[in-house]
């Protein structure tokens, strides 16, 4: 079993749809969580921290339940630029940060 | 203003000829990690230094070296390259505290073909 695990889609949905994306993780002394979101052939950009049990910034909501050791991250009314792949992120320490990987996420008009 | 930088962003090199790249940061963080990332792939960690200490990971080839001679750079050394190295290298840089690692910074990377 992965150490963080992710769909890997593709999910394609309409503009203006809300789609939500889980990862699970198998380490429970993992403390920070993050969404990573990487658009082809360009490097990964951070999207949200997940510190507590979750975090809202706009459309993007990311949530964390330590009990059943899941993460998901939820996108209201997309856009067509949020059509990227997602890397949900996993750490414990600096030499234990483990990527999913990542979900394809086309949004069309 | 560019906080992870990545040179070259382009690199061709000929199979089995040594090649280094370069990775230099403005953010003063305290740790520098190397990934090789594969088309469709996570990225895959290759190494990471916490401040001088170098971390390897078990699995990558010897053929990967690096370097970081101060704070700010960190090198990617591969001795021997071979077709199945072409990838895109990522370096990323992070603080470290308690609770836990912080969010990465990565550079836009370097795109190694070999021919």
């Known amino acids: 079993r992965k150490e963080v695990e992710q769909d890997p889609g593709p999910f394609n949905v309409p503009e203006g749809a809300t789609v939500a994306f889980n990862c699970t993780y198998s380490?429970?002394?993992?403390?920070?969580f993050f969404w990573y979101r990487q658009d082809c052939r360009k490097e990964p950009k951070l999207l949200m921290s997940v510190y507590s049990s979750g975090n809202e910034d706009g459309r993007f909501t990311a949530q964390l339940n330590r009990a059943s050791q899941y993460i998901s991250l939820l996108i209201r009314d997309s856009k067509l630029s949020d059509s990227a792949t997602y890397l949900c992120v996993g750490g414990s320490s600096a030499s234990k940060i483990i990527f999913g990987s990542g979900t394809r996420l086309s949004i069309r008009p | 203003d560019a906080m992870v930088i990545q040179n070259p962003r382009y690199q061709v090199t000929q199979f089995g000829k040594p090649v280094t790249l370069s990775c230099s940061q403005t953010l003063n963080h305290n740790v520098m990690y190397w990934y090789q990332q594969k088309s469709s792939q996570a990225p895959k960690l290759l190494f990471h230094?916490?401040?001088?200490?170098?971390?390897n990971e078990a699995d990558t080839p010897d053929n990967f070296q690096s370097r970081r001679p101060n704070t700010s750079f960190c090198f990617l050394d591969i001795r021997s390259p071979g077709l199945g190295d072409a990838a895109m290298y990522l370096c990323?840089?992070?603080?470290?505290?308690?609770?836990?690692?912080?969010?990465?910074?990565f550079g836009p990377g370097t795109r190694l073909t070999v021919t």
């Open positions: 990323a840089t992070s603080r470290v505290g308690a609770g836990g690692p912080y969010e990465q910074y």
């Open positions: 380490n429970s002394a993992s403390q920070s």
């Open positions: 230094y916490y401040d001088k200490d170098f971390n």
